[in-house]
Nanobody
Framework: QLQLVESGGGNVQPGGSLTLSCEAS????????MAWYRQAPGKQRELVAA???????NYADSVKGRFTISRDNDKNMIYLQMTNLKPEDTAVYYC????????????????WGQGTQVTVSS
């Protein structure tokens, strides 16, 4: 069964760094175009960074030059290295499939893991 487990979040001061991890199971991971999303309080979930099966990457303008997405197909993991964090990066971070083709579904419904909280504050 599909499962996404995010980890690595925490509290950090502005300018600090964190690395998030996401372990996927129940899918053919090496063929999946994956992404990190985030949702801040009161805001819609947004795409942060994406990496396809060929390891091509793209980033939201707000994180370019600060965040790096990577993947390890042997471990079914994707990572998000975050540096020079800003208060506006505060959000719950989720991994999922890129759109297109669209986020994963499970039992016919959109599926999201539990996410991992990142809080940037002095």
């Amino acid at each position: 069964q599909l499962q996404l487990v995010e980890s690595g979040g925490g509290n950090v001061q502005p300018g600090g760094s964190l690395t998030l991890s996401c372990e996927a199971s129940g899918i053919v991971f090496s063929l999946a175009d994956m992404a990190w999303y985030r949702q801040a309080p009161g805001k819609q979930r947004e795409l942060v960074a994406a990496i396809d099966s060929w390891r091509s990457t793209n980033y939201a303008d707000s994180v370019k030059g600060r965040f790096t997405i990577s993947r390890d197909n042997d471990k079914n993991m994707i990572y998000l290295q975050m540096t020079n964090l800003k208060p506006e990066d505060t959000a719950v971070y989720y991994c999922n499939r890129q759109t297109p083709p669209g986020i994963f579904t499970r039992n016919g419904r959109p599926y999201w893991g539990q996410g991992t909280q990142v809080t940037v504050s002095s």
